[in-house]
């Protein structure tokens, strides 16, 4: 387990997945990240990489050959390697190998970087392209933050405000977590505030790919202590919880799940990333606490 701590926060992140395990605020006693209960959810913030969601038939279309590829990908499964760690910030590393080339056949360096200044912990997803071709992923963040913050307190006093004041629009999710083609309306107070309610995910995960807002907050309707997420280089945005958990995912993605119909082959598949032969890729997202 790797520590990360300053003044505001402490930080831990374990070689599994390079996933966040906590993120404690010190001077409030809170500790913000969902504790991974079993018997709800078992993961804290798992990163998403070589794909966001789930391929039709689980299977990635690469040069005319299908690779096994479970939803979300393989690396929340993998162990990295700590390859740099200071008291604020640390590196973790997975190359590619024989078990990663049986589900994704590039040669690559996934980095996850976690550095923390004051209240803000910074994340960022790096990809090195090893290969002789371009290579093909997608790349996304799921982290689970407890709500509501304080005991005593109820999940339905807390909202997710949005930074612009805008129309909110799902693309909805089949069974099997494809989309389907079809839209809906979320409804909003005020024009950017989203009441959180123990059925708010009955349908799955929210899930916005136009949205102006590039910053959402959790907040309570009782006090003044929030969470936000910045996410300004990750164009789509999921939002989900376990319907009846006490906690909501803010989840930004470089990438999304399969639609409806037959496969494409990787490089067609929507939202996803290329990355030219010597080439690096870096995209970040924030999380403050005030």
């Known amino acids: ?40 959810w078992g993961w804290h913030a798992p990163n998403l990489f070589p794909v966001v969601g789930g391929c039709l038939n689980n299977q990635l279309l690469i040069d005319g050959k299908t690779y096994p590829i479970e939803r979300h990908g393989f690396t929340r499964q993998s162990t990295f390697e700590t390859t740099e760690s200071t008291q604020t910030h640390a590196i973790f590393s997975l190359r590619s190998s024989e078990a990663t080339r049986e589900h994704f056949p590039y040669e690559f360096e996934f980095q996850i970087i976690y550095e923390i200044e004051g ?14 071709q371009t290579i093909y992923f997608s790349v996304g963040a799921h982290p689970a933050f407890a709500v509501p913050f304080k005991a005593g307190e109820a999940y339905e006093e807390y909202f997710i405000e949005f930074e612009e004041a805008e129309p909110l629009e799902t693309h909805m999710l089949s069974s099997g977590g494809y989309f389907t083609g079809e839209t809906k309306a979320v409804p909003t107070v005020d024009g950017n505030r989203l009441p959180l309610t123990k059925h708010l995910f009955d349908a799955d995960a929210l899930v ?14 009782k006090h003044d202590h929030s969470l936000s997420v910045e996410y300004s280089a990750f164009p789509y945005l999921g939002i989900w919880a376990k319907p009846g958990a006490s906690f909501v995912c803010i989840e930004p993605w470089l990438g999304c799940a399969d639609s409806e119909g037959e496969p494409k082959p990787i490089q067609e598949k929507e939202a996803i990333q290329q990355l030219a032969v010597g080439k690096v890729f870096d995209a970040a997202f924030t999380i403050t606490i005030r």
């Open 119 to 132: 209240p803000k912990l910074t994340v960022t997803y790096r990809v090195v392209n090893e290969d002789e």
């Open 1 to 40: 387990m790797t520590t990360l701590e300053n003044d505001d926060l402490r930080v831990t992140i374990r070689p599994k997945g390079a996933e966040l395990t906590s993120i404690f605020h010190k001077s409030s006693g809170i500790e913000h990240l969902w504790q991974a209960d079993p018997t709800v």
């Open 208 to 221: 916005f790919k136009n949205l102006a807002s590039r910053r959402v907050t959790i907040q309570s309707e």
